[in-house]
């Protein structure tokens, strides 16, 4: 029902920024809070945060809050994590994830739908 592709990877120095994207399908994207999570080789699934269905509930993982914004554009079917002061430890694979209404989304789980993943790699 939903197709999620994230986009906005890359390799940038430790204290740099990037913003990731993630380009839902379909109309009703509005339907589904959003969250991003991030995973690195030989280690566990890390929600990185969540923006709700309207927007107006986000939330974050401590190891990201103050330096992570997640917003988005239902009209464009998009959703961002904008990423400011990266640290070495930020290195992953970022993957957005859409759970529908009703759903522990805020919590990280009851995930139904996700993207493939963009590469970020943060250097020294």
């Known amino acids: 029902q939903v197709q999620l592709v994230e986009s906005g990877g890359g390799l940038v120095q430790a204290g740099g920024s990037l913003k990731l994207s993630c380009a839902a399908s379909?109309?009703?994207?509005?339907?589904?809070?959003v969250g991003w999570f991030r995973r690195t080789p030989g280690k566990a699934r890390e929600f990185v945060g969540a923006?709700?269905?309207?927007?107006?509930?986000?939330y974050y993982a401590d190891s990201v809050k103050g330096r992570f914004t997640i917003s988005r554009s239902d009209v464009a079917n998009l959703v961002y994590l904008q990423m400011n002061s990266l640290k070495l430890e930020d290195t992953a694979v970022y993957y957005c994830?859409?759970?529908?209404?009703?759903?522990?989304?805020?919590?990280?789980?009851?995930?139904?739908?996700w993207g493939q993943g963009t590469q970020v790699i943060v250097s020294s």
């Open positions: 379909g109309r009703t994207f509005n339907n589904y809070a």
């Open positions: 923006i709700s269905w309207s927007g107006d509930s986000i």
């Open positions: 994830a859409a759970a529908a209404y009703g759903s522990s989304w805020f919590l990280g789980y009851e995930y139904d739908y």
